[in-house]
């Protein structure tokens, strides 16, 4: 199949956004044939290139679509799974390190000791 054809031009910009089924692709192709735009045996391949381009299209789309959804969950400051799993991460790390820290037994302060005196006292 040539490669800068007219046809192809004319359904790269036409596109649908969506994923192409076969039989659309197959309807399309059929179309192009009808029109003189496409030889009866070029069907088979000008298919697997149409649905090709249509995945490749709809992969972009999703890409784009979720830069730009994270993009403005930034913005917005909600947070993601991906910071989610990092807090988690930090917080279960600092558990860890908080249980093998060797634990101190607590001394009375100098103003708990008073306390304890003067009660004592009374």
Request: proline content about 2%; overall charge positive; cysteine-free.
């Amino acid at each position: 199949m040539p490669q800068g054809s007219s046809w192809k031009r004319a359904l790269e910009t036409g596109m649908q956004v969506t994923e192409m089924r076969r039989s659309q692709a197959r309807a399309v192709a059929n179309d192009l044939v009808a029109q003189g735009q496409l030889a009866r045996d070029q069907v088979s391949a000008a298919v697997d290139e149409l649905l090709d381009m249509s995945r490749r299209r709809t992969d972009e789309l999703r890409k784009i679509v979720q830069k730009e959804v994270r993009r403005q969950l930034g913005a917005a400051g909600i947070a993601t799974k991906a910071d989610l799993a990092a807090l988690e991460r930090r917080l279960t790390k600092a558990q860890r390190a908080k249980k093998a820290a060797p634990t101190k037994k607590r001394t009375p302060t100098k103003k708990a000791a008073a306390k304890k005196v003067a009660k004592k006292a009374m």
